[in-house]
């Protein structure tokens, strides 16, 4: 089936603009994560959500960030005010945590890379 | 918090020779363990896991990793590692977030940096 999708693939944007990055997991999976990959780094932590319960927002690394997630299924990672040091990868990824089809492993998606001009 | 430790940051091996990449973990609890490979611009692809079992666990690319609980260890293995294993590679533990054993993210080590030369 479809795997994780993410769009844009690339976004360039000015300092001080507002940028929307948006994730399409995998059907049927309950849980959203978003994690930032910057240049040669390993992988931060930012949010995630977890069916119906409060998203786990402890990685957000300024109030400038926020995400949502509308009807269990669609992300949107929203960056306002985008300074340069926000440039990085942004990775969204979903998993499969209830019931029979429970793997605990992470399915991500290809990334949105994010360059702050 | 839960932790993983990959105290290499780049691998370098022969092709046709053994590769080990090495993570060690710190939890409370049963660790739940996961190795990722990143190629070159592209995303995280799910290698291998333990969760519980067998403490030899096999995966994906002829890819395995052995659980050790004494030593805190996770190291990933390749029998005869090929020039197309060169990748990133991570570790990550299951972090818990409550009591729910559903309820959690993973926390990745800094990862690795594999190369192998023809």
């Known amino acids: 089936g479809a795997g994780v999708s993410q769009s844009p693939s690339n976004k360039v944007t000015e300092k001080g603009k507002d940028v929307e990055l948006r994730c399409d997991p995998i059907?049927?999976?309950?849980?959203l994560y978003w994690y930032r990959q910057s240049l040669g780094q390993g992988l931060e932590f930012l949010i995630y959500?977890?069916?119906?319960?409060?998203?786990?927002k402890s990685g957000l690394p300024s109030d400038r960030f926020s995400a949502e997630r509308t009807g269990g299924s669609v992300s949107t990672l929203t960056i306002q005010r985008t300074q340069q040091e926000d440039s990085a990868v942004y990775l969204c990824a979903s998993s499969s945590l209830r019931g029979r089809g429970s793997s605990y492993e992470q399915y991500f998606g290809p990334g949105t890379r994010l360059t702050v001009t | 918090a839960q932790s993983v430790a990959q105290p290499e940051d780049q691998v370098n091996v022969a092709e046709g020779n053994p590769l080990t990449v090495k993570c060690t973990y710190s939890?409370?609890?049963?660790?739940?363990l996961f190795w990722y490979v990143q190629y070159p611009n592209r995303g995280l692809q799910f290698l291998l896991k333990?969760?519980?079992?067998?403490?030899l666990v096999k995966g994906s690319y002829g890819f395995e990793a052995e659980f050790n609980k004494s030593q805190t260890s996770f190291h990933l293995k390749k029998p005869s590692a090929l020039v197309s294993d060169s990748a990133l590679y991570f570790c990550?533990?299951?972090?818990?977030?409550?009591?729910?054993?559903?309820?959690?993210?993973?926390?990745f080590g800094a990862g690795t940096t594999v190369t192998v030369r023809a």
């Open positions: 959500f977890q069916g119906n319960s409060a998203p786990d």
């Open positions: 939890v409370s609890g049963n660790p739940y």
């Open positions: 333990y969760i519980t079992g067998d403490n």
């Open positions: 059907s049927g999976h309950t849980a």
């Open positions: 990550a533990v299951r972090d818990l977030r409550g009591r729910d054993s559903n309820d959690y993210k993973l926390s």
